[in-house]
């Protein structure tokens, strides 16, 4: 029998967060397996670890599966797989390789409860055809004139793609009912894990959805890859400074509130998400 920790991302309490599952010892699972019990815990995904490839203490390979498939970097599973590392063998520096490349993690305490803080991999924004944002205004359910003008879509990747399309009201990002196979089929088409839907509170506050169809999930409560995404999108827009601190509010609308921060740092591309987790 396997052994599936199950921990609560970007969140202190088991009622907020984004819950993943971590298996800890991978190494006797076939994929076919990994993915089984992905399935079978049911989270948006859950994480597996196996020996590093370069055979270093505290480095380690992992995967992550949804309920229906692999996907390269989940954010919230990387959080939950270095809190699960940290109370078991301590705090301090970790290496995640993932399908995306090394994710170097940091696992502090503070106040009796422990925090992640991940390093993505170098970033990267695209351009997105305005036939394809039509595509996905219309698997929304959104007008066009409903869209942030400051924030033009853009598909952006810090391990993996993410549509990024901001609302002009935090009313229009609060409805949010779309048409999950539409915008599933555009997913697979732009080879999208999730789309990050945004509204900006200030300048340092984000609120943000997450569509996740291509996982069998109609909406992720905390996504760490997103966030990562997110920040390399405003900061090759100039639309925050090169350094800056995020917050982003997720999960309010769907009653599991999360907390993420986003550090961004003059001279480093990469994008840094912190969170905490909590066991469930």
């Known amino acids: 029998m396997t052994d599936v920790l199950r921990y609560t991302a970007f969140a202190t309490d088991p009622a907020g967060g984004n819950p993943a599952g971590v298996v800890l010892d991978a190494s006797a699972l076939s994929d076919e397996q990994m993915l089984a019990i992905a399935a079978e815990v049911g989270y948006s995904e859950s994480a597996f670890l196996t020996p590093g490839p370069d055979g270093v203490e505290r480095s380690y390979r992992i995967r992550f599966f949804s309920p229906v498939a692999e996907v390269d970097f989940c954010g919230h599973a990387t959080v939950a797989t270095a809190v699960a590392l940290g109370e078991l063998r301590g705090t301090g520096e970790y290496t995640l390789h993932t399908n995306a490349g090394p994710v170097p993690v940091s696992v502090t305490e503070r106040d009796g409860s422990l925090k992640a803080t991940l390093t993505s991999v170098d970033p990267r924004v695209k351009d997105v055809a305005r036939s394809d944002v039509d595509e996905a205004l219309a698997a929304l359910g959104w007008r066009a004139d409903e869209l942030d003008p400051a924030f033009p879509p853009r598909v952006s990747n810090a391990g993996v793609n993410q549509l990024i399309l901001a609302a002009a009201t935090r009313e229009r990002l609060a409805d949010l009912d779309y048409d999950f196979d539409r915008l599933r089929l555009l997913m697979e088409k732009l080879e999208l894990t999730t789309v990050q839907l945004v ?14 169809p291509v996982g069998g999930v109609v909406e ?16 090759e827009l100039d639309l925050v400074p090169e350094a800056a601190r995020l917050i982003l509010h997720q999960g309010y609308d769907m009653g599991r509130p999360s907390l993420l921060e986003v550090e961004l740092r003059a001279g480093d591309r990469r994008v840094r998400v912190s969170g905490a987790a909590a066991a469930l």
């Open 199 to 212: 509204w900006r509170e200030s300048e340092s506050v984000y609120h943000v959805r997450d569509p996740f």
């Open 220 to 235: 992720d409560a905390a996504t760490g890859a997103a966030a990562a995404a997110l920040g390399a999108y405003l900061r």
